[in-house]
């Protein structure tokens, strides 16, 4: 399994590989006000997929936050049941949320 990842790997590297010497042309991007920006092809297409990656994960931490802090609650509240139950911290019974 470990070589047929490695083997994946590598094909996906060739392809990107070829990709990008293929499409080495320059292009230009125009802003407002007559601002313009000439680079590669596959500059530009790595530096909007960085962006869009960045992005996305700043989209995705409100959620990973919230459900961090309602683990945190949830963990407290079942410490507080295991030691009104009479539970030791050595031994912990789940109870069943009613």
Same mark, same amino acid.
């Given at each position: 399994? /470990?070589?047929?990842?490695?083997? @994946? %790997?590598?094909?996906?590297? @060739? ?6 010497? !293929? $499409?080495?042309?320059? &292009?230009? @991007? /125009? =802003?407002? #006000?007559? =601002?313009?920006?000439? *680079?590669?092809?596959?500059? &530009?297409?790595?530096? #909007? ?13 409100? $959620?990973? #936050?919230?459900? %961090? ?5 949830? !963990? /407290?509240?079942? /410490?507080? !049941? $295991? !030691? ?13 949320? *009613?």
């Amino acid at each position: 399994m /470990r070589y047929l990842t490695w083997l @994946l %790997r590598i094909v996906l590297f @060739l392809v990107l590989l070829g990709f990008a010497v !293929k $499409n080495d042309q320059p &292009v230009v @991007l /125009r =802003y407002f #006000f007559g =601002y313009e920006w000439q *680079s590669s092809l596959v500059v &530009v297409l790595l530096l #909007f997929f960085a962006m869009g990656v960045g992005i996305g994960m700043l989209a995705l931490l409100g $959620n990973i #936050f919230r459900q %961090r802090r309602e683990i945190a609650v949830l !963990k /407290r509240e079942l /410490r507080l !049941k $295991n !030691k009104l139950a009479g539970v030791g911290d050595t031994q912990q019974v789940p109870i069943q949320p *009613s």
